[in-house]
């Protein structure tokens, strides 16, 4: 029986459907944690109900624990649930001896509270600390009708649930690399977009004014950290991970790219404040005048295809090799302007250093 024309079509489709919503998937890493996160708590319930008593009689308290678990990599969930687990005890503890001297009131839940709260800034708690005040109050309100039972049962199931939790990310473990590629790549987008800014403002006979220069300039801050926090996610997600051995390779690229990609940055906010902050309408003594102005466009212009070029943490070859020449172009410049003058031309000579470190970042030198 011959197979219908259609179906080649079909399952061509059907595979790029797939594989969309796999990219998706993997674009989306917080998908992945809710379903581990649901996963977990169900389980934990299930496992608080069939415990005897008196941890049956408070299930609910397990899922806290696993949801704990389940919302970080596997190395920090490992390390927070503990802290959690740490923290209900401290703030348990807290609970009862304020219960031993001060009947429940008004007065007993302040000084419960405030104890809590200061225990909570324990440093070996992180940033599980607070968990210290809810378990305080927990204990001191809601356990009171059984005060060694409820205690008992809060800390077992929370562990019980945490414990839950770390299997879970043992067995499905976040490894969240390519919505890391995504947040670099904008990163790597931004700064490219910023040099050119930067060189456009250079593009004409007279220096661009301060109000010009403040509309040339991109608010790279918030893409620098999301990206910073995406890379040292994706860092840590990598220990204590059965998936980070097949995708060991990716992972030192990513590295490697997020580290030139640091240096980057460092160097394009140098680039934007010397450029914009000495070569301004109103000083009287310009960074680079007519001069050397052209010259410091073709090599931020330069730079900024070379850094649009790189592929994980190296620039193409012909990219760096103009931005070398370029940059080469400016310094001659920047001696012969020194020669017939009295200036010392610092901030053309520092625009020069700090492109230069800029291209050995991205494999120049």
Do not use: C
Request: proline share 4%; glycine share 8%; no cysteine.
């Amino acid at each position: 029986m011959t197979t219908p024309a259609f179906s080649a079509p079909r399952a061509t489709r059907a595979r790029g459907l797939a594989a969309a919503a796999l990219r998706q998937w993997h674009l989306h890493p917080r998908w992945a944690m809710a379903l581990r996160g649901a996963v977990a708590a169900a389980v934990a319930w299930v496992v608080g109900i069939v415990l005897p008593e008196p941890f049956s009689d408070y299930p609910y308290y397990a899922p806290l624990g696993a949801v704990v678990a389940t919302t970080s990599t596997v190395a920090r969930s490992v390390r927070e649930s503990f802290q959690a687990v740490g923290a209900i005890v401290v703030g348990a503890l807290v609970a009862r001896g304020v219960d031993v001297v001060l009947a429940p009131s008004a007065l007993s839940i302040a000084l419960v509270v405030a104890i809590a709260i200061l225990v909570a800034g324990w440093g070996l708690l992180g940033d599980m600390g607070s968990w210290a005040v809810t378990s305080a109050l927990f204990v001191l309100i809601i356990g009171n009708a059984d005060k060694v039972g409820y205690m008992g049962a809060y800390i077992g199931l929370v562990l019980v649930g945490a414990l839950v939790g770390i299997g879970i990310n043992l067995l499905f473990p976040p490894l969240p690399l390519v919505a890391s590629d995504v947040d670099l790549d904008r990163l790597r987008s931004a700064l490219a977009d910023q040099l050119d800014h930067l060189a456009d403002g250079l593009d004409s006979d007279v220096a661009p004014s301060p109000e010009e220069w403040d509309d040339r300039r991109l608010l790279l801050g918030p893409v620098v950290d999301r990206s910073q926090r995406s890379a040292e996610q994706a860092r840590e997600a990598a220990h204590i991970n059965r998936r980070a051995r097949r995708y060991a390779e990716a992972t030192r690229a990513q590295g490697s790219q997020a580290a030139a990609l640091g240096v980057t940055s460092s160097v394009v906010g140098d680039l934007t404040r010397l450029v914009t902050g000495w070569e301004r309408q109103d000083l009287d003594d310009l960074a680079f005048g007519e001069s050397l102005r052209p010259l410091v466009r073709d090599a931020l212009r330069a730079y900024a295809d070379a850094v649009r070029s790189t592929v994980g943490a190296l620039a193409e070859p012909e990219a760096l090799d103009r931005v070398l020449d370029t940059t080469e172009r400016l310094r001659r410049g920047v001696r012969d302007v020194r020669s017939g003058s009295d200036e010392d031309y610092f901030v053309a000579g520092a625009t020069v250093l700090a492109i230069r470190r800029g291209v050995a970042a991205l494999g120049g030198e």
